[in-house]
């Protein structure tokens, strides 16, 4: 092994490093994302169920005067 195949493996591997590093970093942001549309689902969600149980209630009331 001579000296320059070591540093040129070095550079690639630092390369590779950074490449991954930018990776990590996208699919964090990426993943912040999707847990705040996650959010926004269950909150819609909630309150959905929340009208579909008032309508039951004020149906219930309704159907029996």
Do not use: P, W
Request: proline residues 0%.
């Amino acid at each position: 092994m001579d000296k320059e195949h070591v540093q040129s493996e070095i550079e690639r591997l630092t390369k590779d490093k950074l490449q991954i590093e930018t990776s990590i970093v996208t699919y964090e942001k990426e993943l912040l994302k999707l847990k705040a549309q996650n959010d926004m689902l269950t909150g819609a969600l909630q309150t959905c169920n929340y009208f579909l149980s008032q309508y039951e209630e004020v149906k219930e009331e309704t159907d029996s005067v």
